[in-house]
Each structure stands twice: as C-alpha cells, then as structure tokens.
C-alpha cells in the first residue's frame, strides 16, 4: 500500500482563490511527522509546512495552511489567496518512526502539479 | 545563511563510467540524506547520515551505489559503471537533527538544488 497518496495530479486555480491539495497517509506508528514542499521549475525542494502526529492544533505558515484530520489519516494543504509564484509541484511527505533517530528518511507522495491561471 | 549546495548542477556521462555527486550541507545541520527523482516520479530515499556513520543505507538501489560524510559534513555519493536508469536528478538535503533524537520542526530536511545526471 502507498504510504503518501496524492490524488490530484494536476490542479488549475484562478489567482486569488484558495486551493486545497490532498495528500492522505498510511502508518501504525503513533509518532510521525508530516510535511508539505514545493518543487518550482527551478527544481529546488521548498520546504512549507509541517505538522507533527502529536501536535493540537493544525500547522500554520503564512498563506500556508494544514488541515490535519487524524482519524482519516489526511493532512491536506491549503494555500489561501493563491499567486502566480504559487504553480509548482507540490509534495506531500512522511517521516514515520520512533524518536530514536535511525528512522529518519521522508517518504514521498507523486506530488500534484498546480497551475495558478491569471 | 547559505542553503545546501551540490556539485556539480549537471553532469552527462557514458555507461559504465563512475561518477561522483558532492553535497555540502547547511553549517552545524548533523544529518545528511540523499534522494533520487527520476522523471516522471516522486523522490526516493537513499541513504542517511548521522555524523559520519550511515544507520540508514536501505534505499541504496545495488552495490554500484555508495556513498561517504567525512567531518561530518561533506557527503560523496559515488555510482559505479552507471546504467542509463541511473539517470534522474540526485537530491541532498540535511537537517539539525540532534544525537538526542528530538523530533520536530528542528528535524525538517532542507534539499540542495540538486544535481542531475544523464547516462548516455
């Protein structure tokens, strides 16, 4: 089974509307860690937000939102506002594992490619 | 402060060469990770450095594949006799991930642009 799912390969936006990217999750561990990058055309991995399975509150980053629902295993990104620097890849990945550190590696969803149309 | 960076950006090579990727991580960050997106793919996990030592070597697709810290800091990821599958481009990233195991935004990885390769 996948352990970061995307379902959205690509997504066109109008500029100034929110989007939400979903990304859900597969893990029996209690403690793990969720994060969102950004991959413009440059290639260069953006690191945006990050939720971790233990946190209250859902991850906040400026525009930057995460809607994290842990009974249904899906942490979703919502970019509010939306610009046109915003059309890149975006990544949804997992860092599962004990605190020890050994488990250290992301796994990555495909990514969803979103297009912020002017 | 200066991000990660890895050398060279590009590099075009024939099958069955050896090839060496550098990566210098973020100054004080003692975790290093190298990933691999090939085209049309997500990334794939490679390999993890601690310091010096690899406690994670699992993504490490053959034995053509290795890959050295010295000091700490810089990291050689090396392919022998390379295959045009090698091709993709190879992402490093490194984190400040403590000895003590502490986790949390502190552990987030911060990726270097990348360097890719093409096998002829």
């Known amino acids: 089974a996948q352990k970061i799912t995307q379902t959205q390969p690509g997504m066109f936006v109008q500029e100034k509307e929110a989007v939400t990217l979903d990304c859900t999750y597969d893990t029996s561990d209690p403690s793990y860690g969720l994060f969102w990058y950004k991959q413009p055309s440059s290639g260069e991995m953006i690191f945006l937000i990050y939720?971790?399975?233990?946190?209250?509150q859902n991850a906040t980053e400026g525009r930057y939102s995460l809607n994290f629902q842990k009974a249904r295993k899906s942490a979703n990104l919502v970019i509010s506002a939306s610009q046109l620097g915003d059309s890149a890849m975006y990544f949804c990945a997992m860092r599962e594992g004990p605190t020890n550190f050994g488990n250290e590696k992301l796994t990555f969803g495909t990514g969803t490619r979103l297009t912020i149309i002017p | 402060g200066a991000g990660v960076s890895q050398s060279p950006s590009n590099k075009v090579t024939e099958k069955g060469k050896d090839v060496e990727l550098r990566c210098d991580p973020i100054?004080?960050?003692?975790?290093l990770y190298w990933y691999r997106q090939s085209l049309g793919q997500g990334l794939e996990f490679l390999i993890y450095?601690?310091?010096?030592?690899?406690?994670?070597k699992s993504g490490l697709p053959s034995d053509r594949f290795s890959a050295e810290r010295t000091g700490g800091s810089v990291s050689t990821l090396t392919i022998q006799r390379t295959q045009q599958e090698d091709s993709a481009v190879y992402l490093c990233?490194?984190?400040?991930?403590?000895?003590?195991?502490?986790?949390?935004?502190?552990?987030?990885?911060?990726f270097g642009p990348g360097t890719r390769l093409t096998v002829l």
């Open positions: 450095f601690q310091g010096n030592s690899a406690p994670d």
């Open positions: 100054s004080g960050h003692t975790a």
């Open positions: 939720q971790g399975s233990y946190d209250q």
């Open positions: 990233a490194s984190s400040s991930q403590g000895s003590s195991g502490r986790r949390g935004p502190t552990d987030t990885q911060y």
